[in-house]
């Protein structure tokens, strides 16, 4: 519990810090309010132009609601919009994360679900890994697309009470689970792989193993079809 700041920096290809851009102040620690520790931003995306980047909190923060729960959807994720030549914010949009989607083996042991990643279809469609850990059974890893033009603009809210915003709605694409994977990890990372000949691109993801020994590093190649 290091009580650190999320940051969004650009470095160089060999580390070296360019500068960092600027994040709304509600997304800084504050006493009672902020991101929790360890859920702060864990997805990061650029529109295809490089122009803009998306940043997503992984859960809410602590004046929005609650983290998700065993048949209770979480408080609200924001996701900040940050212009890459200036490096201010330009819009945020709320994301409701699921469920956790089944209790521990053994009561009262460790569960979650957040955003673990984020990619960008084209300029306003997203990609949205949600990431669950249930203690005793396992990973469950759902794919959503949403439309950042959708919901309503919270940047300049210091809290989000329900009724007070709409969030984006969300289409589920895939649950991992039914995709024939030997197993499911802690998948954090999503980035667009090579063409295949019909035409079609592919999304590759890829899993933490957190210095585990009992987890493993999991590249994964899908064929993703393109929707209007």
């Known amino acids: 519990r290091l009580a650190l700041d999320p940051f969004v920096r650009e470095v160089t290809l060999d580390g070296r810090h360019l500068r960092e851009l600027s994040l709304p102040d509600h997304l800084h620690l504050r006493v009672g309010t902020g991101p929790r520790d360890n859920l702060a931003l864990e997805g990061l995306a650029v529109t295809p132009d490089g122009k803009t980047a998306w940043a997503a909190m992984e859960a809410a923060l602590q004046q929005d609601g609650p983290v998700p729960g065993v048949g209770r959807p979480g408080g609200p994720c924001r996701f900040t919009q940050l212009d890459v030549a200036s490096g201010r914010a330009l819009q945020q949009r709320a994301y409701l994360p699921d469920a956790i989607p089944q209790a521990p083996l053994v009561p009262g042991t460790f569960a979650d ?116």
């Open 113 to 228: 679900n957040g955003v673990s990643e984020v990619l960008m279809i084209d300029a306003h469609r997203m990609l949205v890994l949600e990431r669950a850990y249930i203690a005793g059974v396992g990973n469950s890893l759902r794919l959503y697309e949403v439309d950042t033009r959708d919901g309503s603009d919270t940047l300049d809210a210091a809290r989000l009470v329900p009724g007070g915003f709409r969030p984006m709605a969300k289409r589920l694409v895939a649950d991992f689970a039914q995709l024939g994977l030997s197993r499911l990890d802690n998948t954090e990372a999503m980035a667009r792989g090579p063409a295949l000949r019909n035409g079609n691109r592919t999304l590759v993801c890829l899993s933490d193993d957190n210095f585990n020994p009992a987890q493993v590093t999991q590249f994964v190649a899908f064929e993703y079809l393109e929707t209007a």
